[in-house]
């Protein structure tokens, strides 16, 4: 297969490298961008003596050139709530100013595109499991608004540049995604637990822990939206597992592959949190025949070595 030049950004967070990895791996020349306020260089600190690999430093929000590119990943953006409710303005920006920016490289050069969206635009959902045809149930103002409605106006933009320019885009619908390289303390489940666990410490659930959520490890996740990069699918595609955990179970879990003691403590909900969250992946499914390999226990024992190294 020949190979592409690629844009990869948010090149050093945790999806973003391993995607970079993935990438390289099927024989490509990725060029990583990253402004560094969330994504961290030792994600990308094995990729120092690859010669097909290029790093630029770059916040998105501002108008640049790659110079001419084959594909574009956009994958720019804080995702975790530590992060995006501590850079809220900045969330903003990157799924606005910062989508555009992308799509304007991605229609001067004829690149493909594919957007890096979220399983958030659907909210805290009332339409459970959440197939791609729901509109969502958001707050548009609330706490968790900088990063839903950063996201739902990106799909916007990919959609309206794919139909008024004829960009060659796609959407990826991620659900929540667990593995190395997630940062130890950026407040989501697995990383929240697996640290806690680890030090001995309380691990602490939201509410009674009832709160249902379905966890997919990275490996899985990047084959899925390696897979949706090369259809010809426009409209949005979920990439999830649909195993579906409530967080008290998902605890238990975590402390069965650590081996730890660490007792269960409950904490206040926070405001929006979702209920349940779970993909319909049919869509998924039948489009470019991906389904997850990965059980939770497989995968937090993938991620066991990566997170003591923080104990």
């Given at each position: 297969m020949e190979s592409k030049r690629i844009l990869a950004?948010?090149?050093?967070?945790?999806?973003?490298?391993?995607l970079c990895d993935a990438l390289l791996a099927e024989g490509n020349i990725v060029v990583g961008v990253d402004n560094l306020c969330t994504g961290q260089t030792a994600n990308l600190a094995h990729l120092s003596g690859e010669p097909r690999f290029s790093f630029i430093e770059q916040d998105i929000i501002r108008p640049f050139d790659p110079g001419k590119v084959d594909f574009i990943f956009n994958f720019a953006s804080p995702a975790s709530p530590t992060d995006y409710t501590r850079l809220g303005v900045e969330t903003l920006l990157v799924g606005s100013a910062g989508t555009v920016n992308t799509l304007d490289i991605a229609r001067k050069y004829g690149a493909g595109y594919l957007h890096a969206s979220t399983s958030e635009c659907y909210g805290d959902p009332e339409v459970h499991p959440q197939v791609e045809t729901y509109w969502g149930h958001v707050n548009p103002v609330g706490p968790r608004?900088?990063?839903?409605?950063?996201?739902?106006?990106s799909e916007a933009a990919v959609m309206a540049y794919h139909r008024y320019y004829g960009v060659d885009t796609r959407i990826v619908r991620i659900?929540?995604?667990?593995?190395?390289?997630?940062?130890a303390n950026d407040g989501r489940v697995i990383s929240n637990f697996m640290i806690q666990a680890l030090r001995g410490e309380p691990l602490t659930i939201y509410g009674d822990g009832s709160q249902t959520r379905s966890f997919c490890y990275v490996s899985d996740l990047i084959d899925g939206i390696l897979r949706l990069s090369r259809s010809c699918e426009h409209l949005p595609v979920n990439i999830g597992n649909p195993e579906e955990w409530t967080i008290l179970e998902c605890a238990r879990e975590v402390l069965?592959?650590?081996g730890s003691k660490s007792e269960i403590v409950s904490l206040p909900l926070p405001i929006d949190d979702p209920a349940r969250r779970r993909p319909d992946i049919e869509k998924a499914r039948t489009l470019l025949g991906w389904e997850p390999k990965i059980k939770l226990r497989e995968g937090l024992g993938r991620s066991l070595d990566y997170f003591k190294a923080f104990c």
């Open positions: 950004t948010g090149a050093a967070g945790f999806l973003g490298s391993h608004s900088v990063y839903d409605e950063a996201k739902r106006f659900f929540n995604t667990y593995g190395p390289r997630l940062q069965a592959v650590t």
